[in-house]
Protein backbone atom coordinates (compact mmCIF):
# COMPACT_ATOMS: atom_id res chain seq x y z
CA UNK A 1 0.00 0.00 0.00
CA UNK A 2 1.23 3.24 -0.89
CA UNK A 3 1.16 5.92 2.00
CA UNK A 4 0.39 8.96 0.28
CA UNK A 5 -3.43 7.58 -0.10
CA UNK A 6 -3.86 7.05 3.19
CA UNK A 7 -1.40 9.48 4.65
CA UNK A 8 -3.71 12.89 4.72
CA UNK A 9 -6.82 10.81 6.40
CA UNK A 10 -4.62 9.31 9.07
CA UNK A 11 -3.03 12.82 9.61
CA UNK A 12 -6.16 14.44 9.81
CA UNK A 13 -7.23 11.58 12.49
CA UNK A 14 -3.85 11.79 14.55
CA UNK A 15 -4.34 15.60 14.83
CA UNK A 16 -7.91 15.95 16.17
CA UNK A 17 -7.30 13.08 18.69
CA UNK A 18 -4.05 14.50 19.68
CA UNK A 19 -5.92 17.84 19.89
CA UNK A 20 -8.32 16.09 22.89
CA UNK A 21 -11.56 17.64 20.91
CA UNK A 22 -14.64 15.50 19.08
CA UNK A 23 -13.53 14.38 15.79
CA UNK A 24 -15.96 16.06 12.87
CA UNK A 25 -15.12 15.11 9.44
CA UNK A 26 -16.72 16.44 6.37
CA UNK A 27 -18.29 14.14 3.81
CA UNK A 28 -15.15 13.80 1.94
CA UNK A 29 -12.78 12.84 4.55
CA UNK A 30 -15.36 10.57 6.04
CA UNK A 31 -15.07 8.38 2.91
CA UNK A 32 -11.39 8.63 2.70
CA UNK A 33 -11.06 7.23 6.51
CA UNK A 34 -13.68 4.55 5.14
CA UNK A 35 -11.30 3.93 2.45
CA UNK A 36 -8.23 4.18 4.72
CA UNK A 37 -9.67 1.26 6.63
CA UNK A 38 -11.06 -0.91 3.62
CA UNK A 39 -7.17 -0.62 1.77
CA UNK A 40 -5.54 -1.60 5.03
CA UNK A 41 -7.61 -3.62 6.61
CA UNK A 42 -10.12 -5.06 4.07
CA UNK A 43 -8.85 -8.16 2.64
CA UNK A 44 -7.98 -9.62 6.42
CA UNK A 45 -11.25 -8.48 7.86
CA UNK A 46 -12.97 -10.02 4.41
CA UNK A 47 -11.01 -13.31 4.58
CA UNK A 48 -12.04 -13.77 8.21
CA UNK A 49 -15.60 -13.42 7.47
CA UNK A 50 -15.55 -15.70 5.01
CA UNK A 51 -14.28 -17.94 7.23
CA UNK A 52 -16.91 -17.70 9.68
CA UNK A 53 -19.36 -17.89 7.47
CA UNK A 54 -18.88 -19.60 4.80
CA UNK A 55 -20.52 -17.41 2.47
CA UNK A 56 -18.52 -14.63 0.28
CA UNK A 57 -21.58 -12.94 0.01
CA UNK A 58 -22.70 -12.50 3.73
CA UNK A 59 -18.93 -11.96 4.45
CA UNK A 60 -18.99 -9.06 2.50
CA UNK A 61 -22.39 -7.56 4.21
CA UNK A 62 -20.78 -8.20 7.68
CA UNK A 63 -17.33 -6.08 6.95
CA UNK A 64 -19.49 -4.07 5.18
CA UNK A 65 -21.26 -3.51 8.36
CA UNK A 66 -18.11 -3.54 10.37
CA UNK A 67 -16.33 -0.69 8.36
CA UNK A 68 -19.92 1.29 9.02
CA UNK A 69 -19.44 0.97 12.78
CA UNK A 70 -16.16 2.00 12.74
CA UNK A 71 -16.96 5.02 10.91
CA UNK A 72 -19.90 5.63 13.13
CA UNK A 73 -17.65 5.37 16.39
CA UNK A 74 -14.20 6.85 14.38
CA UNK A 75 -14.82 9.65 17.58
CA UNK A 76 -14.00 6.69 19.77
CA UNK A 77 -11.13 5.13 17.54
CA UNK A 78 -7.97 6.17 18.25
CA UNK A 79 -5.38 5.17 15.56
CA UNK A 80 -2.44 6.60 16.93
CA UNK A 81 -2.57 4.89 20.40
CA UNK A 82 -2.99 1.86 18.69
CA UNK A 83 -4.51 -0.18 15.62
CA UNK A 84 -8.15 -0.18 15.08
CA UNK A 85 -7.64 -3.84 13.42
CA UNK A 86 -8.20 -5.47 16.96
CA UNK A 87 -11.19 -3.67 17.82
CA UNK A 88 -12.39 -4.47 13.37
CA UNK A 89 -11.73 -8.15 14.11
CA UNK A 90 -14.07 -8.43 16.78
CA UNK A 91 -16.61 -6.34 15.81
CA UNK A 92 -17.12 -8.89 12.39
CA UNK A 93 -16.80 -11.82 15.03
CA UNK A 94 -19.97 -10.21 16.89
CA UNK A 95 -21.38 -9.37 13.76
CA UNK A 96 -20.99 -12.93 12.06
CA UNK A 97 -22.31 -14.36 15.52
CA UNK A 98 -25.08 -12.39 15.34
CA UNK A 99 -26.27 -13.45 12.21
CA UNK A 100 -25.65 -17.56 13.07
CA UNK A 101 -27.79 -16.98 15.67
CA UNK A 102 -30.36 -15.33 13.59
CA UNK A 103 -30.49 -17.80 11.30
CA UNK A 104 -30.99 -20.43 13.79
CA UNK A 105 -33.78 -18.33 15.09
CA UNK A 106 -35.65 -18.27 11.77
CA UNK A 107 -36.98 -21.12 9.55
CA UNK A 108 -35.05 -21.88 7.02
CA UNK A 109 -35.86 -20.11 4.18
CA UNK A 110 -36.44 -22.25 0.70
CA UNK A 111 -37.32 -21.06 -2.57
CA UNK A 112 -40.28 -22.46 -4.76
CA UNK A 113 -39.11 -25.03 -6.61
CA UNK A 114 -37.33 -26.39 -3.43
CA UNK A 115 -40.90 -27.10 -1.64
CA UNK A 116 -42.06 -29.63 -3.84
CA UNK A 117 -38.75 -31.42 -3.96
CA UNK A 118 -38.72 -31.46 -0.39
CA UNK A 119 -42.43 -32.97 -0.33
CA UNK A 120 -43.10 -35.50 2.32
CA UNK A 121 -43.62 -38.59 0.86
CA UNK A 122 -47.19 -39.52 1.82
CA UNK A 123 -47.69 -42.66 0.03
CA UNK A 124 -50.40 -41.51 -2.62
CA UNK A 125 -47.29 -41.74 -5.50
CA UNK A 126 -46.78 -45.41 -4.33
CA UNK A 127 -50.63 -45.96 -4.31
CA UNK A 128 -51.33 -44.68 -7.77
CA UNK A 129 -48.53 -46.48 -9.61
CA UNK A 130 -49.17 -49.74 -7.95
CA UNK A 131 -52.80 -49.23 -9.12
CA UNK A 132 -51.29 -48.41 -12.67
CA UNK A 133 -49.51 -51.46 -12.28
CA UNK A 134 -52.17 -53.42 -11.44
CA UNK A 135 -54.58 -52.12 -14.48
CA UNK A 136 -51.52 -53.05 -16.76
CA UNK A 137 -51.68 -56.88 -15.51
CA UNK A 138 -54.98 -57.12 -15.70
CA UNK A 139 -54.46 -56.36 -19.68
CA UNK A 140 -51.86 -58.94 -20.11
CA UNK A 141 -52.83 -62.22 -21.39
CA UNK A 142 -53.71 -64.80 -18.42
CA UNK A 143 -50.35 -66.98 -19.43
CA UNK A 144 -48.35 -63.77 -19.21
CA UNK A 145 -50.23 -62.28 -15.87
CA UNK A 146 -49.73 -65.81 -14.32
CA UNK A 147 -45.75 -66.15 -15.21
CA UNK A 148 -45.21 -62.74 -13.47
CA UNK A 149 -47.16 -63.11 -10.50
CA UNK A 150 -45.13 -65.87 -9.84
CA UNK A 151 -41.97 -64.60 -10.48
CA UNK A 152 -42.18 -61.58 -9.59
CA UNK A 153 -44.92 -60.81 -6.85
CA UNK A 154 -44.37 -64.14 -4.89
CA UNK A 155 -40.35 -64.16 -5.65
CA UNK A 156 -40.41 -68.02 -6.89
CA UNK A 157 -37.31 -68.95 -8.90
CA UNK A 158 -37.99 -69.87 -12.52
CA UNK A 159 -37.91 -73.77 -11.80
CA UNK A 160 -40.47 -72.86 -8.62
CA UNK A 161 -42.56 -71.15 -11.40
CA UNK A 162 -42.56 -74.19 -13.67
CA UNK A 163 -43.55 -76.46 -11.18
CA UNK A 164 -46.48 -73.87 -9.43
CA UNK A 165 -48.10 -73.28 -13.49
CA UNK A 166 -47.04 -76.84 -14.88
CA UNK A 167 -44.87 -75.55 -17.72
CA UNK A 168 -41.22 -76.30 -18.74
CA UNK A 169 -38.80 -73.64 -17.12
CA UNK A 170 -37.84 -72.26 -20.49
CA UNK A 171 -41.07 -71.33 -21.34
CA UNK A 172 -41.71 -69.63 -18.03
CA UNK A 173 -38.17 -67.70 -19.26
CA UNK A 174 -40.08 -67.02 -22.30
CA UNK A 175 -43.00 -65.99 -21.35
CA UNK A 176 -41.32 -63.53 -18.49
CA UNK A 177 -39.83 -61.71 -21.24
CA UNK A 178 -42.40 -61.30 -23.75
CA UNK A 179 -45.00 -60.10 -20.73
CA UNK A 180 -42.56 -57.45 -18.92
CA UNK A 181 -41.85 -55.96 -22.88
CA UNK A 182 -45.75 -56.21 -23.12
CA UNK A 183 -46.08 -54.47 -19.40
CA UNK A 184 -43.39 -52.06 -20.04
CA UNK A 185 -45.87 -51.37 -23.44
CA UNK A 186 -48.92 -50.84 -21.85
CA UNK A 187 -47.32 -48.81 -18.91
CA UNK A 188 -45.82 -46.25 -21.47
CA UNK A 189 -48.97 -46.26 -23.75
CA UNK A 190 -50.79 -44.80 -20.15
CA UNK A 191 -48.17 -42.43 -20.20
CA UNK A 192 -46.05 -44.00 -17.30
CA UNK A 193 -42.15 -43.65 -18.28
CA UNK A 194 -39.92 -44.43 -15.71
Avoid: C
Avoid at 65 to 88: F, H, I, Q, T
Avoid at 89 to 117: C, K
Amino acid sequence: MNRRSRGPVVVRVQRAVGQKERLRVVEDSDEEFVRSLWAEHGEALLGYASRLVGDRGRAEDIVQEALLRAWRNSDRLDPAARSVRPWLFTVVNHLATDQHRMRLARPQEVADGAAERLAVPDGIDLAVERWEVIEALGRLSPEHRAVLVETYYRGRSVADAAAALGIPAGTVKSRTYYALHALRLTLEERGWSR
